[in-house]
């Protein structure tokens, strides 16, 4: 028995050049993994401790002489009766393979590290997964089914037992948080379902099926911080279970140097993508819709606009379209009409090509500049909207640089987001020798809050004239490439001889070499140039 399904093939890196990524291949098909042990649960049936070596054997039933880390993979293999294998804080593995009668995870904000690839058959479980590491992997979860009113599926909760036959098989975790280094990517393959949040702290998300969350807590939000990525992908969907937010919290929000993309320049898309919003009241921004901070950036690729864009629609629109307790929400028939339907509040480098909105509210597409509508290619409106397009720009009413955080004046909010932060940059350190800067400063700090408690969060600074950029690293001697186009720099890339010069609002990527150290991870971050 091995994990050789996980493991993918791979373009192998060399000391001369840059990996170039392939023009439609998954980005974890390229990707390339040393041989590591692997280890199996030695009581199939029994649920246990993930760190005790003596739960463990060799693929050929020796005992283990050590419990899992990152670089070992695991297997849980298939069970009549049903069992558990659970890890603790900062409790790691690599691939992971959990077969029909298995739970393999964590505990509630105490998740189970997974480094490498996740697979999960028909009839196994994961629950309280976080996603960290540095390589292109990927989570399927077989042949998952979202909570519908025929299956009685329901999605888990911390606060609330939900037996294993009842628990949604698509759920992934309650807090889900993916801390990639540089732009290594993680691709949601089939149904994942998140309880509350998703915290894309830094790295890729790529979504080529269905991507939903806030599915129990009606609280949660999907937040995109500094250098993350949320890639949605041909026929990929991303979604709330539910379309409003009881504490008050947009469905999306990409703060600073974060990006939303459908597509990218390597792999376009060549059919529709979906960003669903909550249909909700919009007479106040905030419950609902998409937020984007100054600094933050929205790009489509397409291989062909007539037939490959991104729809931006409301979750309601969608056929057979459930809550996380399996409650119908589907209502394509109810259009939007005044303040009510989708909205989105965008301050950012906002760039909606190929693009087709449907059942925004009136004003509901707020713009720091309207004007920046009129410059956007191969847009379209459906029949649902509140009117023409003339009615659906607005000015923005939402603060440009204001945060999730600043909902409430909770304490354990602040130290949450706190924490993320301060492991964030902990882990980067630990992970990337290279440790590559760029030169002036282009983030600011701002406390936000309410009453006695407030957090510094990073903010956009804005530029009034054009800015030379000079790039510094670590390592002595290296090679240096970068874009500004949003595409991994690679060999045919600009070699960073000097200061590049910028002068509109532009997503810079750096990536660096040096024989005998490897590949630096992609560094990118956001300057903003007033124009």
């Known amino acids: 028995m091995t994990l050789r399904i996980l493991r993918a093939g791979a373009l192998l890196l060399t000391a001369l050049c840059f990996q170039i990524a392939a023009a439609v291949e998954p980005l974890y098909k390229t990707e390339t993994w040393p041989d590591a042990p692997t280890l199996v649960w030695a009581k199939p049936g029994t649920t246990g401790d993930l760190s005790d070596a003596k739960n463990w054997q060799t693929e050929d039933g020796k005992p283990a002489k050590s419990a899992p880390d990152r670089d070992t993979d695991v297997i849980l293999p298939e ?25 393999l995870g964590g505990g509630h904000r105490n998740e189970l590290e997974v480094w490498g690839n996740l697979k999960v058959e028909p009839g196994g479980r994961v629950l309280y997964i976080s996603i960290r590491g540095n390589k292109h992997t990927y989570i399927d979860i077989i042949d998952a089914e979202f909570p519908t009113k025929e299956n009685g599926k329901t999605m888990a909760h911390p606060s609330t037992r939900v037996a294993p036959e009842k628990q949604c098989a698509a759920q992934i975790s309650h807090k889900f948080q993916v801390a990639k280094v ?42 995109i911080y500094d250098g993350g990525i949320l890639e949605i992908q041909s026929g990929g969907r991303v979604a709330p279970f539910d379309p409003e937010n009881r504490k008050a919290v947009y469905n999306i929000n990409i703060y600073r140097n974060g990006t939303i993309q459908a597509g990218s320049p390597e792999r376009p898309l060549t059919s529709d993508a979906y960003l669903l919003l909550g249909y909700g009241n919009n007479d106040q921004p905030g419950r609902t819709g998409l937020y984007s901070a100054l600094g933050s950036m929205i790009r489509v690729y397409s291989a062909d606009p007539q037939k490959a864009r991104l729809v931006v629609t409301a979750s309601s629109a969608m056929p057979e379209f459930y809550n996380g307790k399996g409650q119908l929400l589907t209502d394509p028939d109810k259009k939007a009409s005044g303040k009510n339907g989708i909205a989105l509040q965008l301050a950012g480098d906002v760039q909606f090509d190929n693009t087709v909105f449907d059942y925004v509210s009136e004003g509901g597409i707020g713009l720091a500049d309207p004007k920046v509508a009129d410059t956007w290619k191969n847009v379209s409106f459906g029949s649902h909207n509140a009117g023409p397009k003339t009615k659906l720009i607005s000015t923005m009413e939402a603060d440009p640089n204001s945060y999730y955080h600043a909902r409430g004046d909770m304490k354990s909010e602040f130290a949450l987001t706190e924490k993320a932060i301060a492991s964030m940059g902990e882990y980067l350190e630990d992970a990337d020798p290279f440790l590559l800067q760029t030169l002036p400063e282009n983030t600011e700090i701002k406390s936000v809050g309410r009453g006695k408690e407030t957090i510094k969060t990073p903010i956009a600074k804005v530029f009034t004239e054009p800015v030379s950029v000079t790039v510094k690293c670590k390592v ?7 874009s500004t186009n949003g595409s991994e720099p690679d060999k045919n890339s600009p070699e960073y001889l000097g200061p590049i010069k910028i002068d509109k609002t532009t997503r810079l990527m750096v990536k660096a070499y040096k024989l005998g ?10 300057y903003v140039i007033k124009p």
Do not use: W
Not at 185 to 214: H, P, T
Not at 476 to 482: D, V
Not at 517 to 526: E, R
């Open 79 to 103: 069970s009549k009766k049903f069992y558990e294998v659970r890890g603790s804080r900062n409790t790691q593995v690599r691939h992971a393979l959990v077969k029909s009668g298995a739970r």
């Open 182 to 223: 540089g732009t290594a990517s993680v691709e949601v393959l089939g149904n994942l379902g998140i309880s509350d949040e998703i915290m894309l702290q830094r790295g890729r998300m790529i979504v080529s099926g269905d991507l939903r969350y806030s599915g129990i807590t009606n609280k949660g939000a999907l937040e």
């Open 476 to 482: 002595p001697g290296a090679k240096i490439r970068y």
């Open 517 to 526: 150290v490897g590949f630096s991870p992609t560094f990118s971050t956001t």
